[in-house]
């Protein structure tokens, strides 16, 4: 763990941060020594549990039961963050949902619902802080797009779309706000261990992968950790694969 905790003093809001790679991204900032911000949808003892792991780390940690395709509760979540903790610097746009089904069986509600999570709640989050961070002159954002939004994957056009608009957002946005020290990039994972890759075909994944293992949670958020940090401070507007070389 070391002793210099680089973000001792900081605020991070991890969207999206009970289970998977949400999750260990926010145990990873509370562990460098951020106070942590989540929200949740429905899972209250997830919620409670990683609350509780956060604070053991001795720093403090807020759960919000908000629905990040909310923009008015996502403002109202931001309005409490600044009120309870003063500002924030750091911003994980993490929640995301997939509804994986050919283009030709898509119904409207699994397009819309899955645009809907994965780009505009990421407008919704970022938008809510983004002003924040330009008056402060100060600011760190991390999107997390996939592997599908790069190379696209069959199955998940609506999935895809989704997380190529977050790297496009993210580049945009990079120029926007880089005048103001304010970075913004991307990080898009390949097949990590998480709920969402479970139901998968393990074995038709791992041949498709030249490192012929899935990813760690604990990895991207490695990846997330050494973004954040001053060594990296001419980074903006990068996507940075995390794959094991699948999208070579």
Do not use: C
């Not at 946005?173 to 479970?198: H, Q, S, Y």
């Amino acid at each position: 763990m070391g002793d210099v905790k680089f973000l001792a003093g900081r605020t991070a809001i991890v969207t999206g941060a009970t289970r998977g790679i949400g999750r260990a991204i926010a145990l990873k900032l509370a562990q460098e020594g951020a106070n942590v911000v989540f929200n949740y949808l429905n899972n209250k003892k997830l919620a409670d549990s990683l609350l509780s792991e956060i604070k053991e780390h001795g720093v403090k940690g807020l759960a919000f039961k908000v629905d990040v395709r909310d923009f008015d509760k996502v403002q109202k979540m931001k309005n409490v963050v600044l009120d309870k903790l003063g500002t924030f610097d750091i911003l994980i746009n993490n929640a995301g949902i997939t509804k994986d089904v050919s283009l030709a069986m898509m119904s409207q509600d699994d397009w819309d619902s899955v645009l809907d999570s994965n780009l505009k709640g990421v407008f919704n989050v970022t938008k809510a802080a983004i002003f924040t961070f330009m008056k402060q002159k100060r600011g760190n954002i991390i999107n997390i797009s996939s592997l599908s939004g790069i190379i696209g994957m069959a199955g998940q056009t609506n999935y895809s779309a989704s997380k190529g608009g977050v790297i496009s957002f993210t580049k945009s946005l990079a120029k926007e706000v880089a005048p103001f020290n304010v970075r913004v990039n991307a990080v898009a994972p390949g097949f990590i261990e998480t709920d969402m890759v479970a139901g998968l075909d393990q074995k038709k994944i791992l041949d498709l992968i030249p490192m012929k293992r899935l990813g760690k949670p604990e990895e991207v958020a490695e990846v997330i950790s050494f973004l954040l940090q001053e060594n990296s401070g001419y980074i903006t507007g990068q996507i940075i694969r995390i794959d094991g070389g699948l999208g070579m």
